[in-house]
């Protein structure tokens, strides 16, 4: 009891939104890429080279605004390398996907060599007039950085993409049956190109807001999994944009109520709280996963237009 | 209405090791139905994929209307008034009929305009569809008045057809041929790809025939025998499968009462089937696709374990046993899909023998696998079944159709089964080939062999079985003797028209 | 332009020719990194593959071959196994630390008793903790239908906070005077997983590398498990067709590779590294998965490759103390490897044509 009152609620409601918008904005690039078909495991390896290269560029230009761009280039640049592999040369997409990660991860460890132990420029608060002081909910909800609120918007842009846009339809459609999208003419290749760079702009985005606002520092292997987490929200979120935010405040609830109860004094070793985020992302899988029918029916399938 | 349409000269289209279309031309009138018959692998295909945009000529012309015509997509194809109905749909099951037909229109209205126009459209033409409805959900005859209404709404000159009556009872052909004619009252021309030479005598003003990728004739199938079609669709005359009189044995397979739900999310869930095979018979088991056919066939080669009393072999229950048990009894499948399914692709034949040969033909002891064996069974279905390869080390992906066809029942054949459960076993199979497989079947029936034949070709269910049934929504008809059996009576037994009206001509 | 044909049956030639062809991009790709980052791109790549062999200090580089290269073959075939199949057993690294856990907890249960039983029975320990945590994610993947691929990862994590929870708790050594780590093997006798031939870098894990080799080349190209195992990722519903029950061989694959990453790292915390401690993996078990792509999934090339990477392993140390270069950079080195071998693959499949200017 004592240490659950240590926990204002308030704080803790307003940092889940902190905490969730690295993965949500890596869940929806990855939720667009699997819609058009195609499984990117190299989520993790995408976010850390964009979480480097935003720090780089913001600390190099003292704009955080340039890290963010730099980051979601970083990210695409990677995804075109995943593209490349898959789409031109027909690598298998588990095997492209680890071997993105694997490079991203060495890529960022080279080039934040420099960067350790130094302090980006700060992200500005866009505290919102009148609706930040708001009683409770201004502190929760109207009060973060520019990244939370776009992090928002682009769920509402996704959802309304996919459901009412035909360039939302014909994504689909390619993800469903890239066949039948290719006999009735449409660029199944340029389309699924188009959706992997935005996969990894978005990937990019969210390891940069680990490094420039959450954490906010560069430490090598500083996302730890947070690419994986990503992926296991698109199922948690059954291929739907709105359910990406759901999953994507569960975790961050998740992680920030145990970094709570570690910074309250909790009797259990530290290491052990540390591995709660994991345990529930497999808990929800195993929730989640019994219904796979909702999954695009070409995921992971190879295309090829022969003849 | 005599204007040419659509005009092809000298079509030219080469793939690596095989020349697909060899300057082909021939001649499309406004308002005509004109048939291109052939058999599998004639290029029939290729041919209608340059006309739609879908594959670049290697060399010759098309004029539309007299002007130069080489759409480089679909899309302009679509623009300049061709539209095509695909063999293999070209839809998305997890759509619904609206969004399904937008993705095949160039300029589609809002969804809700267009749910109105395709319940417009689908009246006028006496094809009823509920613009709501999954796709996944929809029979195949629904599936295929989706593409054609497609079609419809963008107003084509010119509409391709490819295999339309596939996957069709005979109810539901009169009705689309009803459907066709009143379109070419209108003046949109059709072009009818089909190898099936009655139908193209009863719909077809014109046709071309291509033989191996050339064109080899044309006729106006109104006036020309099908006999004389046949030969120059074919090359050269075959000989009808032989059948002998012979004795039933006893009931060799019995299937009771078998209730499956459906394998995936638009399968066909079983419906308390019933039958019974006795040892010599063929029995033929017809249907239009998807009314069940999968599920009967993994019902049976033990992929899909059922009640152990649903299917009963020699009077013993094997309903749960799985397909290496079901084997070494005697009950032997092969499945409809070659590639993928009755064979791995990438596997070398041998493998591919292995595959469910293995404990049978004793290519393994004790779990250790005897190579030397194995490629002395593929070797002797090689020789035995004809088939066209460099060797047993060759990928099975690298057969023609036919080839790995045969290669695959003569796998089952020469495992001298107790009881043989073939699915579509000439589907897309040239003449030859098909004649061949048929002929095995009936061999094997006549060697004492229980042999259900699962196919959607009633020609070769009336020609080789003894007995006939039809699947229909996972239900089985009534079993019939063939002898003297109605094209009218086999129609009903597949479902008629599956509720569809007749249109409004 | 470039037009992709696709071959009549996989090259048999270019399947061993890529990966060479790869390691070759590589180095070249891997100079360019090394001149970017100020080197002397022909001296580093010597460092790297050719020092540590023939150069003057290859007395104790090329046991350290060995040493490096045990664990990556080990993990390594257990992987191919399921990566064959189709399934993706990503988590070894979680694996090999769990393994070395248990290897390491018995050892210490015993300590200080000498006795010949320790030593085998530490080997089953770390077999048995690697298969539950290789099972773990099989046993979901059959009862709830979860993704092999996230829960194995995931308890990659979970298994790195447990190592630190053991290193500074449990199984911290009593007279470590509050230094993190358990007690070391090396002083444990019965315990210690120690060189079989002094100065050659072998030991009971290279031994056991070995022998896995050589069993699944056995298993792949005699057995009807093989089989079934490749039938299975070439073809799932052959498979099923073929009467291959998936649950076992998930079961199987998973449990497999999970307990052979658990040797590994038992034999690794019994012996090079000799103690339980925070730092104690350094990503074997995903190094492994380049280990067994670039052998091509086969045992042989397996062991051929883990050479290589063990190679890159040490030579890398070395560029890093004798030239300063990062150790960053071999990793990066590593992942390039994966990505060309992918990219030239194709080649395998595909036969590249440079296609005629389209005449429509």
């Not at chain 1, 449409?186 to 760079?197: E, Q, T």
């Not at chain 2, 058999?39 to 945009?53: F, P, Q, R």
């Not at chain 3, 308890?155 to 290193?167: D, F, I, N, P, S």
């Not at chain 3, 070995?210 to 070439?234: K, P, T």
Request: hydrophobic fraction near 50%; glycine fraction near 12%; charge should be neutral.
């Amino acid at each position: 009891m004592m240490i659950l009152s240590s926990i204002d609620p308030v704080l803790l409601l307003a940092s889940l939104m902190v905490a969730s918008t690295p993965i949500l904005l890596a869940a929806l690039g990855e939720l667009v890429v699997e819609r058009a078909g195609v499984l990117n495991l190299g989520v993790e390896g995408m976010m850390i080279t964009g979480a480097i290269c935003g720090f780089a560029m913001a600390v190099n230009t003292g704009s955080p605004l340039v890290g963010f761009i730099a980051a979601a280039a970083g990210g695409a640049v990677l995804a075109l390398l995943f593209a490349l592999l898959t789409q031109f040369a027909l690598a298998n997409q588990v095997a492209s996907g680890l071997a993105l990660t694997l490079f991203g991860l060495g890529l960022s460890s080279l080039l934040g060599q420099g960067y350790v132990g130094i302090k980006p420029p700060p992200t500005a608060r866009l505290d919102l007039p009148i609706l930040s002081d708001l009683p409770l909910v201004g502190r929760v909800l109207f009060s973060h950085d520019l990244m939370v609120y776009f992090a928002l918007a682009l769920v509402a842009l996704v959802w309304a993409l996919l459901k009412y846009t035909r360039a939302g339809l014909i994504l689909r459609a390619v993800g469903e049956n890239h066949e039948a999208a290719h006999a009735l003419g449409y660029k199944v290749v340029r389309i699924r190109i188009l959706a992997i760079l935005f996969g990894g702009a978005c990937a990019g985005l969210g390891g940069a807001y680990l490094s420039l606002v959450r954490v906010p520092q560069w430490t090598e292997g500083m996302t730890s999994g947070a690419g994986w987490i990503a992926l296991a929200l698109v199922v948690f979120a059954s291929w739907k944009a709105g359910r990406v935010l759901l999953g994507a405040w569960l975790f961050g609830g998740v992680s920030v109520l145990q970094l709570n109860l570690q910074a309250a004094g909790l009797a259990i070793p530290v290491e052990y709280l540390s591995m709660s985020p994991y345990l529930i992302t497999i808990l929800v899988l195993v929730i989640m996963s019994a219904d796979k029918s909702r999954a695009p029916a070409s995921l992971g399938r190879i295309f090829h237009a022969s003849q | 209405m005599t204007g040419d349409l659509l005009t092809v000269s000298g079509l030219t289209k080469a793939y690596p090791g095989v020349v697909a279309n060899d300057a082909v031309s021939f001649v499309i009138r406004e308002g005509e139905v004109h048939a291109l018959l052939g058999e599998n692998g004639a290029g029939k295909s290729t041919l209608v994929k340059m006309i739609y945009g879908l594959v670049k000529p290697d060399s010759g012309v098309m004029t539309l209307r007299g002007a130069p015509y080489a759409p480089p997509d679909p899309h302009r194809a679509r623009t300049s008034g061709v539209a095509m109905v695909f063999q293999h749909f070209s839809l998305f099951e997890a759509m619904n009929v609206a969004e399904n037909v937008a993705l095949g229109m160039e300029n589609p209205p809002p969804l809700r305009d267009l749910a109105a126009r395709i319940r417009d459209v689908s009246e006028t033409y006496g094809l009823p569809l509920d613009p709501h409805r999954i796709v996944g959900d929809l029979s195949a005859g629904e599936r295929q008045r989706v593409e054609i209404i497609r079609c419809l709404l963008q107003s084509p000159r010119l509409l391709i057809m490819d295999e339309p009556t596939s996957v069709l009872t005979p109810q539901e052909v009169g009705i689309l041929f009803q459907t066709l004619r009143k379109l070419t009252a209108e003046g949109v021309a059709i072009l009818y790809i089909s190898h099936k030479l009655e139908e193209i005598r009863a719909l077809c003003d014109h046709a071309t025939i291509l033989r191996q990728g050339r064109n080899v004739g044309t006729c106006v199938p109104r006036d020309t025998p099908a006999r004389a079609m046949a030969e120059m669709m074919v090359g050269s005359a075959f000989a009808a499968p032989a059948r002998t009189d012979r004795e039933m044995g006893a009931v060799a397979l019995e299937v009771a009462d078998l209730s499956v739900a459906a394998t995936g999310q638009f399968g066909t869930s079983l419906r308390a089937v019933t039958f019974a095979v006795r040892a010599g018979e063929v029995l033929g088991i017809g249907g239009v696709a998807g009314n069940g056919q999968d599920e009967l066939l993994a019902a049976l080669s033990g992929e899909m374990p059922v009640a152990a009393g649903a299917v009963r072999l020699w009077g013993e229950p094997i309903g749960q046993m799985g397909p290496a048990a079901r084997r070494v009894l005697g009950l032997l499948t092969a499945p409809e899909e070659r590639l993928g399914h009755a064979a791995a692709p990438d596997m070398s034949l041998t493998e591919n023998a292995i595959l469910t040969a293995a404990a049978r033909e004793h290519l393994m002891h004790r779990g250790f696998l005897r190579w030397g064996a194995a490629e002395a069974f593929t070797r002797r279905i090689i020789s035995a079944f004809d088939v066209r390869t460099p060797g047993p080390s060759t990928a099975a992906r690298a057969l023609s159709g036919g080839n790995l066809q045969k290669f695959v029942i003569g796998r089952e054949v020469l495992q001298r089964p107790e009881v043989l459960v073939v699915n579509q076993p000439t589907w897309g199979v040239d003449a030859a080939a098909a004649a061949a497989i048929r002929q095995a079947l009936l061999d094997l029936a006549a060697g004492g062999a229980a042999v259900i034949c699962i196919s959607q070709d009633l020609d070769e269910l009336m020609e080789i079985s003894d007995r006939f049934g039809a699947l229909n929504e996972g239900r089985l008809s009534e079993i019939q003797s063939t002898h003297g059996l109605s094209v009218e009576a086999v129609g009903l037994m597949m479902g008629g028209a599956h509720g569809m009206e007749v249109a409004h001509v | 332009m470039l037009k992709l044909e696709k071959r009549p049956q996989p090259s048999r030639l270019w399947t061993w020719v890529t990966p060479i062809l790869a390691v070759v991009i590589t180095m070249l790709a891997g100079g360019a990194l090394f001149a970017a980052l100020g080197q002397d791109p022909v001296e580093a790549i010597s460092t790297i593959f050719w020092q540590p062999l023939f150069g003057e200090f290859a007395f104790y580089y090329r046991p350290q071959l060995l040493i490096k290269g045990a664990p990556l073959v080990l993990i390594a075939i257990g992987l191919s196994l399921g990566f064959r199949a189709g399934i993706w057993n990503i988590g070894a690294e979680g694996q090999y630390i769990v393994g070395a856990l248990a290897g390491a907890g018995v050892g210490l249960a015993f300590y200080p008793t000498e006795s010949w039983v320790i030593f085998p029975l530490m080997v089953l320990a770390g077999a048995i903790g690697g298969w539950v945590w290789g099972t773990i994610p099989a046993l979901l993947k059959l009862k709830f239908g979860t993704n092999e691929i996230l829960v194995s990862l995931m308890l990659v994590y979970v298994a790195e906070q447990l190592l630190a929870a053991m290193a500074l708790g449990l199984m911290k050594n009593p007279e470590g005077r509050g230094f993190p780590g358990s007690r070391n093997f090396r002083q444990y006798e019965s315990a210690h997983n120690a060189e079989l031939i002094t100065g050659t870098g072998m030991h009971w894990g290279v031994v056991a590398a070995m022998i896995a080799v050589i069993l699944a080349y056995v298993l792949l190209s005699r057995h009807i498990l093989g089989y079934h195992i490749r039938l299975a990722g070439q073809a799932p519903k052959a498979a099923r067709f073929a009467g291959v029950r998936s649950a076992r061989l998930i079961l199987f694959c998973l449990g497999t590779s999970g307990a052979l990453a658990g040797l590994a790292g038992m034999f690794e915390v019994s012996g090079p590294a000799g103690q339980v401690s925070i730092d104690f993996n350094v990503g074997y078990g995903f190094t492994a998965i380049i280990v067994a792509f670039l052998g091509r999934l086969h045992p042989l090339g397996i062991l051929l490759a883990g050479t290589l990477l063990a190679l890159t392993y040490i030579g890398g140390e070395l560029a890093q103390s004798n030239m300063g270069l990062p150790a960053a950079a071999i990793q990066l080195f590593q992942g390039m490897l994966l990505f060309f071998l992918l990219a030239v693959d194709v080649l395998t499949n595909f036969r590249v044509r440079l296609s005629r200017p389209e005449v429509a």
